[in-house]
């Protein structure tokens, strides 16, 4: 069984910056995509960023071009969000997921494990 869980979430000024974390526990697929997702207060889940098991290939949304890198460290099973120049609009709970698949998805069907979530607030 996967566990992902999420770290680094917490209360930030407009501008400012935080790297989340994605810890995945128990029996994993190798080849598999990762990706970030977000839910603001009465919006819909919405796709962020993914990249694929080598790291070679990344996806973000548009809304966070520029501003938010993923990347993932195999050695340690472990995926990370940095969020950069950060916005009131980037307030949200913030998963990660395991895809199905080995390519770049953004939609919520194509994962299949998701974490907890952690919470990211920007004061404006």
């Known amino acids: 069984q996967v566990q992902l869980v999420e770290s680094g979430g917490g209360l930030v000024p407009a501008g400012g910056s935080l790297r989340l974390s994605c810890a995945i526990s128990g029996r994993t697929f190798s080849s598999n995509t990762m990706g970030w997702f977000r839910q603001a207060p009465g919006k819909e889940r919405s796709f962020v960023a993914a990249?694929?098991?080598?790291?070679?290939?990344?996806y973000s949304a548009d809304s966070v071009k520029g501003r938010f890198t993923i990347s993932r460290d195999n050695a340690k099973k472990t995926v990370y969000l940095q969020m950069d120049s950060l916005k009131p609009e980037d307030t949200a709970v913030y998963y990660c997921?395991?895809?199905?698949?080995?390519?770049?998805?953004?939609?919520?069907?194509?994962?299949?494990?998701w974490g907890q979530g952690t919470q990211v607030t920007v004061s404006s």
């Open positions: 990249i694929t098991w080598s790291g070679s290939s990344t």
């Open positions: 997921a395991l895809s199905w698949g080995t390519d770049l998805r953004s939609k919520d069907g194509d994962y299949r494990v």
